[in-house]
């Protein structure tokens, strides 16, 4: 059981918006914003998508944006794209006696 | 460009030893703190343990806390995992990824993730 709550799947249809929620406690996301988000195709490395809650690294695009609200944390995309379908994983500060904490992954699928 | 190239992955039978290594390249290896990350086939990412950019701190995941030992070695910019009493739940691909916080400042994310080294413990 991961520390992190996400659902198992989202879907949506091209051009559509989705968000995946993840879900912590007070002693991870709803303490610290240090809320990041990865992606991750097939057999492939995750990729940095969101940091800090809400922060896009150079290169990821705009389509991607990230928020915090209490105790849960929300990755959304807007305008889907078929490349877009893929995992997502969310990932919290957890304190210095647990450090860091992942969600348990959600799988995105555009129809 | 920034590269992170893990090695030393394999099949070992339970309660043997491997340890992993990650090469590191295009960025100032010694300022920056680095994690291993782990992937058990089919499900999700589990961190597994951090090493300060000078290697004076280290934290581990309770699963692994007192069996795996993170190091590194700023002169040849590589990272390594020591793991010793494996154990078939250890099975999966190990990552290397760099912590985008520079020296002191950790930033607690992973802004560089190298391709995995697969780990298979198995008799």
């Known amino acids: 059981q991961s520390a992190l709550t996400q659902p198992a799947s989202v879907s949506g249809s091209p051009g559509q918006s989705i968000t995946i929620s993840c879900t912590g406690t007070?002693?991870?996301?709803?303490?610290?914003?240090?809320v990041s988000w990865y992606q991750q195709h097939p057999g492939k490395a995750p990729k940095l998508m969101i940091y800090?809650?809400?922060r896009r690294p150079s290169g990821v695009s705009n389509r991607f944006s990230g928020s915090i609200s209490g105790n849960t944390a929300s990755l959304t995309i807007s305008g889907l794209q078929a490349e877009d379908e893929a995992d997502y994983y969310c990932?919290?500060?957890?304190?210095?006696?647990?450090?860091?904490?992942f969600g348990g992954g959600t799988k995105l699928t555009v129809l | 460009q920034v590269q992170l190239v893990e090695s030393g992955g394999g099949v070992v039978q339970p309660g043997r030893s491997l340890r992993l290594s990650c090469a590191a390249s295009g960025f100032t290896f010694s300022s920056y703190g680095m994690h291993w990350v782990r992937q058990a086939p089919g499900k999700g990412l589990e961190w597994v343990a951090f090493i300060s950019y000078d290697g004076s701190n280290r934290y581990y995941a309770d699963s692994v806390k007192g069996r795996f030992t993170i190091s590194r070695d700023n002169s040849k910019n590589t990272l390594y995992l020591q793991m010793n009493s494996l154990r078939a739940e250890d099975t999966a691909v190990f990552y290397c990824?760099?912590?985008?916080?520079?020296?002191?400042?950790?930033?607690?994310?992973?802004?560089?993730w190298g391709q995995g080294t697969l780990v298979t413990v198995s008799s």
């Open positions: 990824a760099k912590d985008d916080g520079f020296e002191e400042l950790l930033a607690y994310y992973f802004d560089y």
């Open positions: 800090e809650g809400n």
């Open positions: 990932c919290s500060y957890a304190g210095s006696s647990t450090f860091v904490v």
């Open positions: 007070s002693s991870d996301v709803g303490s610290y914003n240090l």
